[in-house]
């Protein structure tokens, strides 16, 4: 092949480019580092929220499949789904009623 002209191919361009970028992308590697949490982060969490999401069913059919098959998963399940539950009503107890505004000792005491 006789080239009379001495333009560079493509790929020589390409080449080049590459050469002269190498600085900026060794410049550029903390920044990367810096981001790459926020990017795992971005898309990590929906899929743990989708998980979390779909696990909740799960886990209320367990507790109310634990009495009638006292499996260990179900059990645990059961005890997990009657903790949150009791927590909930009392929440829910002192949103209505809230907390007397008064103190009084315990029985026996001074």
Do not use: C, K, N
């Not at 009379?4 to 050469?19: H, N, R």
């Not at 829910?92 to 001074?110: F, I, S, V």
């Amino acid at each position: 092949m006789d080239r009379s002209d001495e333009t560079p191919t493509p790929g020589e361009i390409l080449s080049e480019i590459i050469d002269q970028t190498d600085g900026l992308t060794v410049m550029m590697l903390p920044l990367l580092t810096i981001a790459l949490p926020g990017v795992i982060l971005l898309l990590l969490a929906p899929i743990a929220l989708l998980a979390a999401a779909a696990a909740i069913p799960a886990v209320l059919a367990g507790a109310l499949l634990a009495p009638r098959f006292p499996l260990r998963p179900l059990l645990v399940a059961r005890y997990y789904v009657l903790t949150a539950a009791s927590v909930a009503a009392g929440l829910w107890d002192w949103l209505r009623h809230g907390t007397a505004a008064g103190w009084e000792p315990a029985q026996g005491t001074r």
